[in-house]
């Protein structure tokens, strides 16, 4: 899987599967430029690279001219842009009655219009450059609902089916368009929201998240380098004839639902849903 020598930008950087994925792909040779709204994040991963692998720059992906920024500074940065990996993501969960406006609006505004700023800004360089690979980090939860996770499934849904119509537009281009789809991640962000259900049910958050993985087959949430080496695939000429895949990397918690039943179950028993 080789990748040297490619320029690649990716998204919510700063920390979780984003520094996983940079880290990973400054291994094998690429240039990077990862983003975030955190400016003090991505100095700190920088500062952990090599020297020249990689660059910063600040931004939030809903906002256009933030995105417009990012892809000038990659650009710049590196000559060209070969991969795009969409990373940055939030969520609140929450079902729908109790999901205010603006927490449906900033889910969707990063989740999806970020990947919609980004996709366009960048793909016009790698019209130039003779095509590309753009790598979206969709969700389990974009191929099923979760419970309590109206904007987020919508969000990564929606995105999913935005990467196949990219990579129908544009596979005549040489770029290609792949979702990624985790499951359960051991990131700032899992322990967070599945923090707030096991509050919810007054269970101790810790022993909540641990309890979740425990029905999966491989028993285990995945580890961030894990989603890294499915990004290096993508990124490289091995992968030169996948486009418009959504890939599951889930621990084969798909094959049985464990995460949705487990949550509902869990929900259930102290008398949050019926």
């Known amino acids: 899987m080789n990748i040297k020598g490619k320029v690649a930008l990716v998204t919510g950087g700063g920390s979780g599967i984003g520094t996983a994925i940079a880290e990973r792909f400054v291994a094998d040779g690429a240039k990077v430029c990862i983003t975030g709204r955190r400016k003090e994040m991505l100095e700190k991963v920088a500062q952990s690279l090599p020297a020249g692998t990689v660059t910063i720059c600040s931004g939030d992906v809903s906002k256009e001219e933030d995105v417009e920024r990012m892809v000038e500074t990659v650009v710049k940065f590196g000559g060209k842009l070969d991969v795009l990996v969409n990373n940055a993501g939030t969520n609140h969960p929450a079902p729908i009655d109790k999901l205010d406006l603006k927490a449906w609006q900033e889910v969707i505004g990063i989740n999806l219009t970020g990947p919609y700023l980004l996709m366009k800004a960048a793909i016009p360089h790698m ?3 003779g095509g ?9 939860g974009g191929m099923r609902c979760l419970p309590g996770m109206p904007a987020y499934c919508t969000s990564k ?3 999913i089916m935005l990467t196949q119509q990219v990579a129908l537009d544009y596979g005549r281009h040489n770029i290609r368009c792949n979702a990624v789809c985790p499951g359960g991640v051991k990131t700032d962000m899992t322990k967070q929201d599945f923090g707030q259900f096991g509050k919810m049910l007054g269970i101790d958050p810790d022993t909540f998240l641990n309890q979740i993985p425990m029905e999966t087959p491989l028993r285990r949430f995945a580890d961030s380098p894990e989603i890294g080496g499915l990004c290096v695939y993508l990124a490289s000429d091995d992968s030169s004839f996948v486009t418009g895949a959504a890939i599951l990397i889930d621990g084969g918690s798909a094959v049985v639902d464990v995460i949705g039943a487990s949550i509902t179950a869990a929900l259930r028993r102290g008398g949050i849903v019926d």
């Open 132 to 140: 590309g690979s753009i790598i979206n980090i969709a969700s389990v």
């Open 157 to 159: 849904a929606g995105l």
């Open 127 to 129: 019209l130039k450059g």
